[in-house]
């Protein structure tokens, strides 16, 4: 069974900092691109940053650009993402993916060209 699980959201305060985690179990995705996606209540699903299989080429949402890092360890089978100056807009279940088409080059800003999901985790910014 192919899990992703998603860790280290919380309640925080405008301008605060998070680091979010996506661990693989079950098989590597070190060959393949991963997503980082959002969504609020009321929301569709919203792309917010991409990075391909081997960490070289990263994509970001205009609305995290400059704000959010994300970055992966392979050794690890872990996709970070590293969200500063968060604020309240930023508030959303925040959920990690994996492309599994060959190549892993790709940047996929959709939710529908990708393949496996995690659960989620919750990320609260209060104004």
């Known amino acids: 069974q192919v899990h992703l699980v998603e860790s280290g959201g919380g309640s925080v305060q405008a301008g605060d900092s998070l680091r979010l985690s996506c661990v693989a179990s079950?098989?590597?995705?070190?060959?393949?691109?991963m997503g980082w996606f959002r969504q609020a209540p009321g929301k569709e699903r919203e792309f917010v940053s991409a990075?391909?299989?081997?960490?070289?080429?990263?994509s970001y949402a205009d609305s995290v650009k400059g704000r959010f890092a994300v970055s992966r360890d392979s050794a690890l089978n872990t996709v970070y993402l590293q969200m500063n100056s968060l604020k309240f807009e930023d508030t959303a279940v925040y959920y990690c993916?994996?492309?599994?088409?060959?190549?892993?080059?790709?940047?996929?800003?959709?939710?529908?060209?990708?393949?496996?999901w995690g659960q989620g985790t919750q990320v609260t910014v209060s104004s």
């Open positions: 079950g098989r590597t995705f070190n060959s393949f691109a």
């Open positions: 993916a994996v492309d599994i088409s060959p190549g892993g080059t790709r940047l996929p800003t959709t939710p529908y060209e990708y393949d496996i």
């Open positions: 990075i391909t299989w081997n960490g070289e080429s990263t």
